[in-house]
C-alpha cells in the first residue's frame, strides 16, 4: 500500500545532541514538507522540498537541517541550535496532478521529540 | 508568506446539528488550492474538502460544504447533521498554484455533544 511512513514514533534526546527523524513516501510525490505543531499554534512550516536536492526554508527553519537525497526521503535533523525542540513534527507529501492540479497532502502519523 | 487564519479557538456543536468554522487567508495570487483537514485525537491528518480557486461552485462532500468567498477571501466549513466522530482538531490550509508552499491555519477545536 503506498504511504508516508515517519519513524520513530517517540524520541528522545538530550539538550546539545542533534537528532534525526525520518520521513519516507511510496507514492511518487514530488513535494514533501516538514511541519511542527505546538498546542494553540497549529501546523507551522519547516522545511519544504519540490525536487531532488533542491530545499525551501518554511518560517521556522532556524535550528533544522534537511536533505533531499532521494524523491522517497526527506529526513529533518533538529540541532542543537535548536532552543526549545520538543513538539510533535509532522511529514507530508503531495504532488502536482494532472493540468498542473495540486493535490492534497498526505501526512504521516508523527514523531513525538522530547528533550530531556 | 500567505498567512491563514481561523479566528475560532473552539467551538462546540449539538449531535445532529449544523456548526461552521471559519477560515480568512491572505495572498496576492489569483490562483491557488483551499483545504480542510480533521486531525482527531490520533493525531492523523485526514483531508476533509478541497477548493479550487479558479471554480465557483462550493465544494461538496456528504455532510461537509464549504462556503468559498474569493473576494472576501474566506473559506468556511459547514458541517450538516454533526456527529460524534466528528470531533477533532479542524485545519484550514493554503497551498498555491506554481509552487508547493502549503500553509496551515492555527485550528479549530469542535467538540460535539450528545
Known amino acids: 500500500d503506498g504511504g508516508i511512513t515517519q519513524s520513530p514514533k517517540y524520541l528522545f534526546r538530550k539538550e546539545g545532541q542533534n537528532v534525526t527523524l525520518s520521513c519516507e513516501q511510496n507514492?511518487?510525490?514530488?513535494?514533501m514538507y516538514w511541519y511542527r505543531q505546538d498546542p494553540g499554534q497549529g501546523l507551522r512550516l519547516i522545511y519544504y522540498?519540490?525536487?531532488?536536492?533542491?530545499?525551501q526554508k518554511g518560517d521556522i527553519a532556524e535550528g533544522y537541517s534537511v536533505s533531499r537525497e532521494k524523491k522517497e526521503s526527506f529526513p529533518l535533523t533538529v540541532t542543537s541550535a535548536q532552543k526549545n525542540p520538543t513538539a510533535f513534527y509532522l511529514c507530508?507529501?503531495?504532488?502536482?496532478?494532472?493540468?498542473?492540479?495540486?493535490?492534497?497532502?498526505?501526512f504521516g502519523q508523527g514523531t513525538r521529540l522530547t528533550v530531556v | 508568506a500567505q498567512t491563514v487564519t481561523q479566528s475560532q479557538p473552539e467551538m462546540s456543536v449539538q449531535e445532529a446539528e449544523t456548526v461552521t468554522l471559519s477560515c480568512t487567508y491572505d495572498?496576492?495570487?489569483?490562483?491557488?488550492?483551499l483545504f480542510w483537514y480533521k486531525q482527531p485525537p490520533s493525531r492523523q491528518m485526514i483531508l476533509v474538502i478541497r477548493?479550487?480557486?479558479?471554480?465557483?461552485q462550493n465544494a461538496t462532500e456528504n455532510r461537509f460544504s464549504v462556503n468559498f468567498q474569493k473576494a472576501a477571501k474566506s473559506f468556511s466549513l459547514k458541517i450538516s447533521d454533526s456527529q460524534l466522530g466528528d470531533a477533532a482538531m479542524y485545519f484550514c490550509?493554503?497551498?498555491?498554484?506554481?509552487?508547493?508552499?502549503?500553509?496551515f491555519g492555527a485550528g479549530t477545536r469542535l467538540t460535539v455533544k450528545p
Open positions: 477548493q479550487e480557486a479558479y471554480k465557483q
Open positions: 495572498t496576492s495570487e489569483s490562483d491557488y488550492y
Open positions: 522540498s519540490q525536487i531532488v536536492n533542491d530545499f
Open positions: 507530508a507529501s503531495n504532488s502536482l496532478g494532472a493540468g498542473r492540479v495540486n493535490t492534497e497532502a498526505f
Open positions: 490550509a493554503y497551498s498555491p498554484d506554481n509552487n508547493n508552499d502549503m500553509r
Open positions: 507514492l511518487n510525490h514530488d513535494a
